[in-house]
């Protein structure tokens, strides 16, 4: 069974602070997503990382592909409210099919 | 675009009664999830539909489960009869076929089984 695990599961943070979620599995992904869902919706892509090693970068999130394409890690820096959500990260499988991750609920204090 | 639409967004039913779940995709995306999400298992996936035919319902718990798309702007999920344990989050989504295409997600349908 393929699995992904996240880790923390859960995080709480001052405003301003920076902060790393890690995505981990054993299995070899073609391609790996970022999600992040808030309450009552469902979730939205923030990036796609296709080659091992990888570095994309969106405002404030960086986000990284490891070199044997099995992990992955979304970096934060100077976190906001805005970011409080539910990051979810998620492995294709095929061309269709993606497993997702257990989910890290991060949570931003002003 | 409006988006992917779900309806309804909350549903109260008894133990086993028929529900159905409807979901409207983006105009001109091709494929269709259905999914689920709950907190003991995250979001897993149900069922892949492509140009409206099914290919690959490997993730439907069991036979009380049934999914539909008789054309390309409408699909149902149906779970006939009902359990406690088929409370949760179900999601639609839709995308573009094609590898690593963005996949646009419904504001899903809470289901409570009672």
């Known amino acids: 069974t393929q699995l992904l695990e996240q880790s923390p599961q859960f995080l709480s943070i001052q405003e301003g602070e920076n902060l790393t979620v890690y995505c981990n599995s054993s299995s070899v992904f073609s391609s790996l997503q970022w999600y992040r869902q808030e309450p009552g919706e469902g979730p939205v892509l923030l990036v796609t990382?296709?080659?091992?090693?990888e570095v994309k970068k969106l405002k404030r999130l960086t986000f990284q592909f490891g070199d044997a394409r099995k992990d992955s890690s979304l970096h934060i820096t100077a976190a906001q409210p805005g970011d409080t959500g539910l990051y979810l990260c998620?492995?294709?499988?095929?061309?269709?099919?993606?497993?997702f991750g257990t989910g890290t609920r991060l949570k931003v204090l002003a | 675009d409006a988006g992917v639409i779900q309806s309804p967004r909350h549903e109260v039913t008894e133990m086993g009664q028929e529900v159905t779940l409807r979901c409207k995709p983006i105009?001109?995306?091709?494929?269709l999830f259905w999914y689920r999400q709950t907190m003991m298992r995250g979001l897993e996936l149900l069922i892949y539909?492509?140009?409206?035919?099914?290919?690959?319902d490997s993730g439907m718990p069991e036979d009380r489960f049934s999914a539909k798309m008789p054309n390309a702007s409408f699909s149902t999920l149906k779970i006939q009869p009902s359990e406690p344990r088929d409370s949760a989050v179900y999601f639609c989504?839709?995308?573009?076929?094609?590898?690593?295409?963005?996949?646009?997600f419904g504001q899903g349908t809470r289901l409570t089984v009672v």
């Open positions: 105009s001109g995306h091709n494929s």
């Open positions: 998620a492995g294709a499988i095929g061309t269709y099919k993606y497993i």
């Open positions: 539909f492509n140009n409206n035919v099914p290919i690959d």
């Open positions: 990382v296709v080659t091992g090693g």
């Open positions: 989504a839709s995308k573009v076929t094609g590898v690593n295409t963005e996949a646009f």
